[in-house]
Nanobody, 120 residues
Framework: VQLQASGGGWVQAGGSLRLSCAASGRSFSNYPVGWFRQAPGKEREFVARVTSRGSATYYADSVKGRFTISRDDSKNTVPLQMNSLKPEDTAVYFC??????????????WGQGTQVTVSS
């Protein structure tokens, strides 16, 4: 599975962005997918994940109620809708596939990151 994240950019606090993770490869619907982020000087942290076929979603407490993860297996994409953005959401965002937890080490496949910058 190959992944490519896109949709990052600059936005003012309170604004919205929609990231997308595009996948290539067979049987993508069988893979759980997660979004992670890494701010300068900090470790990579879990943001959200969706199970295979979209049966369940999970969020970090810091984004719950503001971010929504979904998946469209007909298009092999996993969007992350980010609303009410805060400056502390500023980070490089990564999508990953194959993991079943909040731990980045569990994920086998990673896309390149996309930068999100939220100004106050």
């Amino acid at each position: 599975v190959q992944l490519q994240a896109s949709g990052g950019g600059w936005v003012q606090a309170g604004g919205s962005l929609r990231l997308s993770c595009a996948a290539s490869g067979r049987s993508f619907s069988n893979y759980p997918v997660g979004w992670f982020r890494q701010a300068p000087g900090k470790e990579r942290e879990f943001v959200a994940r969706v199970t295979s076929r979209g049966s369940a979603t999970y969020y970090a407490d810091s984004v719950k109620g503001r971010f929504t993860i979904s998946r469209d297996d007909s298009k092999n994409t996993v969007p992350l809708q980010m609303n009410s953005l805060k400056p502390e959401d500023t980070a490089v965002y990564f999508c990953a596939a194959g993991g079943y937890s909040y731990d980045a080490r569990d994920y086998d496949y990673w896309g390149q990151g996309t930068q999100v910058t939220v100004s106050s």
